[in-house]
């Protein structure tokens, strides 16, 4: 039994992160994307069969349910969380389900887990996200509510005139975009250089179109050469007289991540080891047209609800959807950049929409196993399509 949501001492077990692993993020490009021939089931498949391998403590048919991110649930990645499992051969007896929150999908689908697991419902879980943009592009296959434009001005809505908008109201510069676009690709060519990411990174071998194959083991949007001077002549790629371009925008990818989140009893009891355990979450909604400040009030009411500060926090993961909205939570939320997306954030890493919220937590989790051993509380949040932002705080155990 352990600290529950809102901080109290309940009578709730607690939610602790055995295992995260990621796919590689590819460029979603039909020639130049390292992973296009890979499908989604596949990416996922993959991740569900290197959990098992890398935890053989736990048998497939020991997990409670998986819960899934994917922010386009159409066309190959519909139903993808349970026909990924079932085409790769695992138990029919488990139960799989897609959570679609956008952005925050599989950070909501995390927060399925931990609750269920602090509420005594099971044991063992499976969260994770997937997103392939290169075959379910962001918008395909979404209609808009005729009433849904007779509140909000259609032409608002998309992400990129939203990360405008944030940048205008939070007077957000460009130049000040590039410079966290710049560091974010330095901080990401650091990280990969050292080894960061390969504890999280489980590589895929890609059969190409011309039978040729390849291992590809890293992240294909780190672009450590990029300069101010080069970003400084690009277009902006929203509107014509517009602060963000693609280099202050987060890439289109292909990826997909998963945990194994277990309640503190059943990992101490399989002798599994564990650096967090959950302490508290929150979604929230915001005004749809200015959709990238949602961590903003997401992040403060998950700290309310942990009992925390802001300066409590020691390691922020906050997802680069763009460099405008990044900036501007942080700089709305009093929190230092020396503390905020160390190994790089999504301009560089790439963004693999349902994927994200489960990505960041992974190297949240790494971050504070391996470089930030005296970090006591991790934040990860994401602002969400539509207006909704979501934030999960984690605590040294
Ligand atoms: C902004 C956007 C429209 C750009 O699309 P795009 O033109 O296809 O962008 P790319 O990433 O392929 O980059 C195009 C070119 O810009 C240049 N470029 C991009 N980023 C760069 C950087 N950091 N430094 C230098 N050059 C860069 C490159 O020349 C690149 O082409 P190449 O690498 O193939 O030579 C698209 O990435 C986008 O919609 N992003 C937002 C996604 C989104 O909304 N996600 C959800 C958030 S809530």
Redesign the pocket.
């Given at each position: 039994m352990g600290i529950g949501v809102e901080g109290k001492e309940e009578n709730v077990k607690e939610a602790v992160i055995v295992d995260g692993i990621r796919t590689p993020t590819g460029?979603a490009?039909a020639e130049?994307g390292w992973l296009r021939t890979v499908a989604p089931d596949e990416l996922l498949g993959t991740l569900y069969k290197a959990i098992f391998e890398r935890n053989q403590a736990v048998k497939p048919e020991d997990i409670e349910a998986v819960y899934i991110g994917c922010a386009n649930l159409s066309g190959p990645q519909n139903s993808i969380a349970r026909m990924s499992w079932l085409a790769y051969g695992f138990p029919e007896s488990v139960p799989q389900n897609n959570i679609e929150m956008?952005?925050a999908s599989a950070m909501a689908a995390i927060q399925h887990c931990v609750r269920a697991i602090m509420a005594d419902e099971g044991d063992i879980y499976i969260a994770g996200g997937v997103e392939d943009m290169l075959r379910v592009g962001?918008a395909a296959n979404m209609e808009f509510p005729p009433k849904l434009g007779e509140r909000y001005n259609p032409l608002d809505l998309?992400?990129?005139p939203?990360?405008e908008k944030v940048a205008a109201a939070y007077n957000i510069s460009r130049e000040e975009q590039e410079k966290w676009?710049?560091a974010s690709?330095q901080k990401a060519a650091t990280a990969r250089d050292a080894g960061k990411f390969k504890n999280e990174i489980i590589p895929l071998e890609v059969t190409y179109e011309d039978g040729s194959k390849k291992v590809i083991d890293s992240d294909q949007?780190i672009?450590p050469d990029?300069?101010l001077e080069?970003?400084a002549t690009?277009a902006p790629?929203?509107k014509p007289d517009g602060v963000?371009?693609?280099?202050?925008?987060?890439?289109?990818n292909q990826g997909a991540s998963l945990m194994l989140l277990m309640s503190r009893d059943k990992a101490d009891e399989l002798g599994m080891s564990y650096t967090l355990r959950y302490k508290a979450g929150a979604q929230v909604g915001v005004d749809p047209t200015m959709?990238?400040i949602g961590p903003i009030d997401a992040s403060r009411k998950a700290l309310n609800r942990a009992g925390l500060t802001v300066d409590d926090i020691d390691v922020v993961e906050v997802?680069e959807?763009?460099a405008s909205?990044s900036l501007a939570c942080m700089k709305e939320l009093k929190i230092p950049l020396e503390k905020v997306n160390l190994w790089g954030g999504a301009?560089?890493l790439g963004?693999p929409?349902g994927s994200s919220g489960c990505r960041i937590t992974v190297t949240l989790n790494n971050i504070m196993k391996t470089d930030k051993t005296d970090a006591k509380y991790g934040l990860a949040t994401l602002?969400?399509?539509f207006g909704q932002g979501n934030a999960s705080i984690w605590e040294r155990v």
């Open positions: 460029r490009h130049k956008q952005c962001m998309p992400m990129g939203t990360a676009a710049l690709h949007n672009r990029t300069t080069l970003m690009m790629a929203f963000v371009t693609a280099a202050t925008s987060s890439p289109l959709m990238g997802n959807a763009f909205q301009l560089a963004h929409l602002c969400v399509g």
